[in-house]
C-alpha cells in the first residue's frame, strides 16, 4: 500500500497541490498505528524513508524525523472511521482562497455537479454535498475535536477543510482517498470560478 | 487503433481533463459493438484491459468490469452516425463551469474564431458553432433519446454538452475525434474567459 | 536547425499553446525557401517528415503533404526581413481572448514591464511596445498584404497578432523565436489578467 | 550543491516560473564570490556550465559569458545575510500583475494563511508577513542600495518583490530558498485572486 502511496503522492506534486512543504499523508497501519509523512520534507520527493510510524496521539514511534504537526487530525479520523485506510492532505490554491472568502461560512455546498457522485455514497448531481469548513487553529487536538463533534456530516463528504489551510480526504483505500481528494479538488475549483459571475 | 486511443486517453489524463474517475472513451468495434473503458477506473492510468466489449445498447458482451454508467449514450452515437469510429466524453471545469452559468441555455454559440475550423465541416470564422447543451440525468436513455432528438445540429458540432457534467466529442478516427475534443474545449475556455469581461 | 525547431514544437505543444491543428512554425531555408509545417498535422507530436519545403509564396517544392495555409504570412516575413531565420505561430487562450474582447483595437500596448526587454531591441520596463493586432481573415496573401503595410512597427515588436487567431514571432534563430514567443505570451497573459481589475 | 542548485532551476521552468530568459540564479562560494546563471539562456536548459563565478559586486571572474544582469542584487543579499546560501529570482505572471495592480505600494502584507509557516521565522497564521515591493529600475545598483535600506523587514519575509518585474527569494540552503520561492509564489497568487472577488 505504501508504494500506492508513494505514486499519489508523486501525482499531487505534479498537479501542484502540496507547494513548499505544504500537505502530509498517511495510511493505516494494525495496532492503532498509521505510517505519515515526516515533517519539512520537499513534498515533491517524497520516499519510503520520509515517513515514520506514529500512533493516533500522533506520538513517534519508528522511523527519522518527526511527525507532521497535523498528525493529531489524522490519527482521529482512523479513530472514528475503522474502514479508512489513508487520509490525504493537500494545500492547493483554490481549496484556501475559497475557503477565507467566505470567512464566517462553516460548509460549502455542492449541487448539481455530476462529480458528486466520485464521493462515496453520493448517486446524484440533485443531491447536495455539504463540506465542512474549520477555521484554522495552530492547536491541532483543537481541530481534532472539531472534527468529532462534526463526524457525522464530515463523514458523509469523505472530506473536510481547514480555513486557509487545505483539504483533507481519506477512504477505504489509497485508491479511494486519491479519488475523493481529486473530486473534492474539482468541486471546490468550480465553485470558485462560478463565484466570479455573482453579480 | 485502440493503442491510439491509450495514448490519447493518457494526453487526457495529462491535461487533467477527466479528474477523479469522471470520463469515459470508446471505438467502434465491428458487428454493431464497442470497446468501452470501464466503470470506476482511474482514468489517469488506462490499459487495454480496462475496456470492455458492450454494444449500443451498453450491455456487457465481453472483458473484465462493467460498462460505464454512459455507454448507452456513446452507443447511440454510433448508432446514428455510421461514419464515428470513436468518441471521447472528457469531465473538465471550464465546460462544468461555463454549462452551469447559462442554467436555461440550449447551446453555446461560437463566432469569431479561428478554432471553429477544426471541426469538420467548418471552413471560416465567421461562421457560427453550435454547442448542443443537455441538462444531466442520471437516467442515460433520456439524454440518448435528447440526442436522437437533436441529432442533425449535434452532429455538425461533432460534440454536445451534458450541464454540469462535460463534453462528448467524436469523430471519424481517434485522431480526428481528440483533435475535435481540443478544441470544443478551447472554445468552452475562451468564451468562459470572454464572459468574465462582460458588463 | 530543424532538431532544433523541433524540440521548441515539442515544448510549445507541451505549455499547450497550439491545441488541435492550431499553429504552424518554419525555419527559413537558402534560395528564397522555407521549411514548413504540413497542414492538418497534430502539433503534439511532429517529426522532421511532417515539414515540407515550399517558396516565400507558399508553393510546395518538396515532402510529403500541403503547406499550411498560413505559409504566405510566414514567407512575407522571411521576405520583409533577410534576418529572420525562424516564425512560430502560436495559438493560445489569452491570445485568442486579449484580441476578441479589444475588437476594435490595431494594437496592444504593454508599457512598465521587465519582459518587455526579452524582445530584440528593448532596453528598458519604460520604453512602450506595441504589438500589431489584425483581423482575421480566411485569405491569407490580404493578411499578408497588411503586415506589409505595417512592417516597420510590426517589426519592432518581433510579433503580431491575427484577432481570434494567435501570435506569429519570429527571430534571428530558432533560440530567438522561442525567446520572443515566450515574452510575446507572457505579457499578454499579464494584461489580460491585469484587465479583470479594471473598474 | 550546483546539482541541487540545477534540478531546482529545472523545477521552476517547469512550473513556468521564468520563461523566455527571465530569472537568474545563484549559490555563494568561499572567499565573498557567488555561482551565478549567465545573462542570456534559455532558463529551461540551464547546465552547470551555464554558471560563471563574479563578486559581490557582479564582476566577473571565472567561466563562459557574462553573469546576470541583476547579479548586484544576489551579491548585496549575501553580503547583508552571511547566512544565505542560494537566492533565486522567479519572473512569474502572479507575481508580476499583483505588484503592477497594487502601484503604490511598498509591500503586499499576508494574513491568515497557514502557508506563512513555510517562511522561516514565521510559526502561524495569526502572524502579518509583509513582502517589500521595489519600484523596478534598469540601474541595479539603485535596488541594491534600496535592498539595504529596508534590510530588516525584507530578511523576514525571506523575500522581495520588484514590480512588474518578479520574485527574489533566498535561504539558507537550495532547499530552504526553494522552499520560500514556492511559499512566496503561492501566498501571491492567492492574493491576486482573491483580489478578484473584492468589491
Known amino acids: 500500500m505504501l508504494s500506492e502511496l508513494l505514486a499519489t503522492c508523486d501525482y499531487i506534486a505534479k498537479r501542484n497541490l502540496c507547494p513548499a512543504t505544504g500537505g502530509n499523508f ?104 455539504n463540506l465542512f469548513v474549520f477555521d484554522n487553529n495552530q492547536h491541532i487536538p483543537t481541530l481534532a475535536i472539531q472534527l468529532m463533534d462534526n463526524w457525522q456530516e464530515a463523514h458523509l463528504a469523505s472530506g473536510l477543510i481547514v480555513r486557509g489551510h487545505g483539504l483533507y480526504s481519506w477512504g477505504n483505500s489509497v485508491h479511494e482517498a486519491k479519488r475523493h481528494m481529486e473530486g473534492l479538488e474539482f468541486l471546490v475549483e468550480c465553485e470558485l470560478t462560478r463565484k466570479r459571475y455573482q453579480k
Chains 1, 2, 3, 4 share one sequence.
Open 26 to 129: 498517511s495510511i493505516r497501519q494494525s495496532g492503532d498505528k498509521m505510517l505519515m509523512s515526516a515533517s519539512g520534507k520537499d513534498k515533491a520527493n517524497l520516499k519510503a524513508s520520509d515517513f515514520v510510524v506514529c500512533n493516533f496521539q500522533a506520538q513517534w514511534l519508528e522511523g527519522e524525523g518527526k511527525p507532521s504537526a497535523e498528525a493529531a487530525l489524522h490519527g482521529m479520523i482512523y479513530r472514528l472511521s475503522p474502514q479508512t485506510q489513508c487520509v490525504l492532505h493537500t494545500h492547493s490554491i483554490p481549496v484556501t482562497v475559497l475557503s477565507m472568502l467566505e470567512a464566517h461560512e462553516s460548509a460549502i455546498r455542492f449541487h448539481g455537479y455530476e462529480m458528486q457522485k466520485t464521493i462515496a455514497g453520493f448517486h446524484s448531481h440533485e443531491e447536495t454535498l
